[in-house]
């Protein structure tokens, strides 16, 4: 069992930062791949970005890469997603997720765990 608990969300204008952190509980935190996931009012959850299971491997949506950076820290059992350069269009509830799979999947419905999400909120 693998629990997640984002935080970090805010409103921020267009062109700032943010960090978000997702916090994890479970053992077998290090066996599970982790991936940010947005869903924007009216539109589909989508894949932001991921990364396996042993933190080499990252993987980004065209649409944040160069701005956006995936990261963990397993000795906190967190994982962090840092914002730059937003954009009002990058306004989401953004979502934790953990696939058991070394590898981060774009498919939401690989994974198995979720967080409640955070509300991000990119002024123009």
């Known amino acids: 069992q693998v629990q997640l608990v984002e935080s970090g969300g805010g409103l921020v204008q267009a062109g700032g930062s943010l960090r978000l952190s997702c916090a994890t509980s479970?053992?077998?935190?290090?066996?599970?791949?982790l991936a940010w996931f947005r869903k924007a009012p009216g539109k589909e959850r989508e894949f932001a970005a991921g990364?396996?299971?042993?933190?080499?491997?990252?993987d980004y949506a065209d649409s944040v890469k160069g701005r956006f950076t995936i990261s963990r820290d397993d000795a906190k059992n967190t994982v962090y997603l840092q914002m730059n350069s937003l954009k009002p269009e990058d306004t989401a509830v953004y979502y934790c997720?953990?696939?058991?799979?070394?590898?981060?999947?774009?498919?939401?419905?690989?994974?198995?765990?979720w967080g409640q999400g955070t509300q991000v909120t990119v002024s123009s």
């Open positions: 997720a953990a696939a058991p799979s070394s590898t981060a999947p774009n498919r939401s419905s690989l994974y198995t765990y």
């Open positions: 990364l396996s299971w042993g933190g080499g491997t990252t």
């Open positions: 479970g053992r077998t935190f290090r066996r599970y791949a």
